[in-house]
């Protein structure tokens, strides 16, 4: 397959997920998603279609081949790639994945049991468009055969994949959680979009905000009544069981927190928090801010401010919206997959 041939079968996945998601195809998508869900009971239909969303708008033909074109087009020897997958959020591996296949490679594809239904599901749609991809893709529980590794993790099977995948080309990831910053200048529909960042996937991505940064003296009211239009979280069961049993440790243990009857907001210095909880910190001057999130800039996946104002930091509810160029840990795993050759 040459790059022009693999570029123009995302592209057909990209308009296939767009054609899934019609209301005239509710159906199908209903079905997978209920499927999804058997697989992985965090996985409602609510995020499933976000998940397919997002997949199918960074394979829109334009942008992405403005990506890709800034890359080597073929590699000199197609390298077996192996790719641990995270499954915490719905198809969260696909990035990964596409980066693999797009620059020329094999995939080795172990996947998350967390996110096997979905994952399996868009590779073989891939396949299904554009059979030559059967070649270059492989579901497989061990990755000995690859000559180079990609791994998502917590910090415990980082130090385990860096043991196993060291003396091979690899990235390895590790935890990271994402920031948001207040300056008590936003307005309420500002603040209720960042309830997307906060809310979506319940927490369970390192794009999901876990905590924020709010100037002294900030009203925390105000953004508790901006983000009551996420209540519905609660309905899911298992979000509730975080959010009572949370809320009993902070009353068991007298920690002052603010409580919206389906979010518990307490100050602390860590950086993630429970589902259900959000932590925050204060800072006294704009130098203050910086010095804090420097700090802590090697565990931050992304920062949101309104607007986008703040340097390097997306809009409130666009954490969850990446770029292609937007990757993971900060780590351009197309121009790594390029030196491959």
């Given at each position: 397959m040459t790059y022009a041939d693999r570029l123009a079968a995302f592209v057909a996945l990209g308009q296939r997920l767009t054609a899934l998601l019609d209301p005239a195809q509710a159906d199908e998508l209903t079905e997978l998603c209920i499927r999804a869900r058997n697989n992985n009971p965090?996985?409602?239909?609510?995020?499933?279609?976000?998940?397919?969303?997002?997949?199918?708008?960074?394979?829109?033909?334009?942008?992405?081949?403005?990506?890709?074109?800034?890359?080597?087009?073929?590699?000199?020897?197609?390298?077996?790639?192996?790719?641990?997958?995270?499954?915490?959020?719905?198809?969260?591996?696909?990035?990964?994945?596409?980066?693999?296949?797009?620059?020329?490679?094999?995939?080795?594809?172990?996947?998350?049991?967390?996110?096997?239904?979905?994952?399996?599901?868009?590779?073989?749609?891939?396949?299904?468009?554009?059979?030559?991809?059967?070649?270059?893709?492989?579901?497989?529980?061990?990755?000995?055969?690859?000559?180079?590794f990609i791994a998502t993790g917590s910090d415990n099977t980082a130090r385990y994949f860096e043991y196993y995948f060291g003396k091979k080309p690899h990235i390895i990831r590790r935890n990271r959680t994402s920031l948001a910053i207040l300056t008590g200048r936003e307005t309420p529909h500002e603040?209720?979009?960042?309830?997307?960042?906060?809310?979506?996937?319940?927490?369970?991505?390192?794009?999901?905000?876990?905590?924020?940064?709010?100037?002294?003296?900030?009203?925390?009211?105000?953004?508790?009544?901006?983000?009551?239009?996420?209540?519905?979280?609660?309905?899911?069961?298992?979000?509730?069981?975080?959010?009572?049993?949370?809320?009993?440790?902070?009353?068991?243990?007298?920690?002052?927190?603010?409580?919206?009857?389906?979010?518990?907001?307490?100050?602390?210095?860590?950086?993630?928090?429970?589902?259900?909880?959000?932590h925050y910190s204060t800072y006294t001057t704009e130098i203050d801010l910086v010095d804090q999130l420097t700090d802590v800039a090697a565990q931050t996946q992304c920062l949101v401010s309104g607007g986008g104002q703040y340097p390097g930091s997306f809009a409130f509810g666009r954490a969850q919206h990446p770029g292609l160029a937007d990757y993971a840990d900060g780590v351009d795993t197309m121009a790594f997959l390029a030196d491959l050759s």
């Amino acid at each position: 397959m040459t790059y022009a041939d693999r570029l123009a079968a995302f592209v057909a996945l990209g308009q296939r997920l767009t054609a899934l998601l019609d209301p005239a195809q509710a159906d199908e998508l209903t079905e997978l998603c209920i499927r999804a869900r058997n697989n992985n009971p965090w996985f409602d239909a609510p995020n499933v279609r976000a998940a397919l969303e997002g997949v199918a708008e960074l394979l829109r033909e334009e942008p992405l081949r403005q990506w890709a074109g800034r890359y080597r087009p073929e590699p000199q020897a197609p390298r077996l790639v192996g790719v641990v997958m995270a499954g915490n959020i719905p198809l969260v591996g696909f990035h990964d994945a596409l980066c693999v296949l797009l620059s020329g490679h094999h995939l080795l594809a172990k996947l998350s049991s967390d996110d096997t239904l979905l994952m399996r599901w868009v590779l073989s749609e891939l396949t299904r468009l554009e059979p030559r991809f059967a070649d270059a893709v492989q579901l497989v529980e061990r990755l000995n055969a690859a000559d180079a590794f990609i791994a998502t993790g917590s910090d415990n099977t980082a130090r385990y994949f860096e043991y196993y995948f060291g003396k091979k080309p690899h990235i390895i990831r590790r935890n990271r959680t994402s920031l948001a910053i207040l300056t008590g200048r936003e307005t309420p529909h500002e603040l209720g979009l960042l309830g997307a960042d906060i809310f979506r996937y319940y927490g369970l991505g390192c794009r999901n905000v876990s905590k924020l940064y709010a100037p002294v003296g900030y009203s925390f009211p105000l953004l508790l009544d901006a983000l009551q239009p996420w209540h519905h979280v609660l309905h899911h069961n298992r979000y509730q069981n975080n959010y009572d049993y949370n809320k009993s440790i902070l009353l068991v243990n007298a920690v002052p927190h603010l409580d919206s009857g389906f979010l518990l907001l307490t100050e602390s210095a860590r950086l993630v928090s429970p589902i259900s909880v959000l932590h925050y910190s204060t800072y006294t001057t704009e130098i203050d801010l910086v010095d804090q999130l420097t700090d802590v800039a090697a565990q931050t996946q992304c920062l949101v401010s309104g607007g986008g104002q703040y340097p390097g930091s997306f809009a409130f509810g666009r954490a969850q919206h990446p770029g292609l160029a937007d990757y993971a840990d900060g780590v351009d795993t197309m121009a790594f997959l390029a030196d491959l050759s």
